[in-house]
């Protein structure tokens, strides 16, 4: 999840939206050892958990932009052009589940694939 070496076909994200944020925070926190790093969404905090100090992955509250998000650990994986890698999706046999809000750098979709896993494509900061 580091931003310097995000870069189109990579991993850039992991996160899980659920009702219980500070629950499964804690969760997490007791069975892998992860720290949560509290970050303010406004209202409310969601978590950043680390590792050695280091991001890995995100627990969020299913609440404002993520309540229709899937309870389940969502990856994000860079692309280029967004709006080009969605059209894609439907020609190939996909689905797009989610628009993107923006194609700005963070701007994401959420995808099924043919087969019907679920992922969110996000648009690659480091696009020229």
């Given amino acids: 999840m580091a931003e310097q070496t995000s870069r189109a076909g990579t991993i850039v994200g992991l996160d899980l939206t ?3 944020a500070p629950g499964v925070r804690d969760f997490y926190a007791s069975v892998i050892g992860w720290a949560p ?4 969404m406004g209202s409310y905090d969601d978590y950043m958990m680390l590792a050695n100090g280091e991001p890995v992955a995100g627990v969020c509250h299913r ?3 993520n309540a229709d998000l ?3 650990w969502l990856t994000y994986i860079a692309v ?4 080009a890698s969605l059209a894609q999706v439907t020609e190939h046999g996909g689905e797009v589940l989610r628009a ?3 194609t700005a750098p963070g701007g ?3 995808i099924k694939d043919p087969a019907g896993a679920t992922l ?3 648009q690659n900061p480091y696009a020229q």
């Fill in 108 to 110: 994401f979709a959420l």
């Fill in 120 to 122: 969110a494509l996000m």
């Fill in 100 to 102: 993107p809000t923006t």
């Fill in 18 to 20: 659920v009702a219980d």
């Fill in 63 to 65: 609440s404002g932009g």
């Fill in 80 to 83: 280029d052009d967004l709006r």
């Fill in 70 to 72: 899937p309870a389940q």
């Fill in 37 to 40: 790093e509290p970050l303010s």
